[in-house]
Nanobody
């Protein structure tokens, strides 16, 4: 079975940086779009970023597009999210997901999910 495991979350001061990683096992990693979603306290799960099979195309939600960078290493079956200039509004549980649609932005276009990693940004 496919398993996705996130890491790299933690506590950080506003303006700081973190790099999240999602390690995948099982399945054929390079055949799928990979994405990051997040769920802030009291809010629905929302799209953050996605990256195509080869890594040549990416998509970001407006609130992060100038600060976050998604990348993937197909040889290591790992997807990353570099987060710079973090804000308190970025506080959320971050999830990685495997997609069955090209750069999908809705949760129902993804078939496997990690357990999430907590990111907390203090002001």
């Amino acid at each position: 079975q496919v398993q996705l495991v996130e890491s790299g979350g933690g506590l950080v001061q506003a303006g700081g940086s973190l790099r999240l990683a999602c390690a995948a096992s099982g399945g054929t990693f390079s055949s799928y779009t990979m994405a990051w979603f997040r769920r802030a306290p009291g809010k629905e799960r929302e799209f953050v970023a996605a990256i195509s099979r080869t890594g040549d195309t990416t998509k970001y939600t407006d609130s992060v597009k100038d600060r976050f960078t998604i990348s993937r290493d197909n040889a290591r079956t790992t997807v990353y999210l570099r987060m710079n200039r973090l804000k308190p509004d970025d506080t959320a549980v971050y999830y990685c997901a495997r997609g069955r649609y090209v750069l999908g932005v809705t949760p129902n276009t993804y078939d496997y999910w990690g357990q999430g990693t907590q990111v907390t940004v203090s002001s």
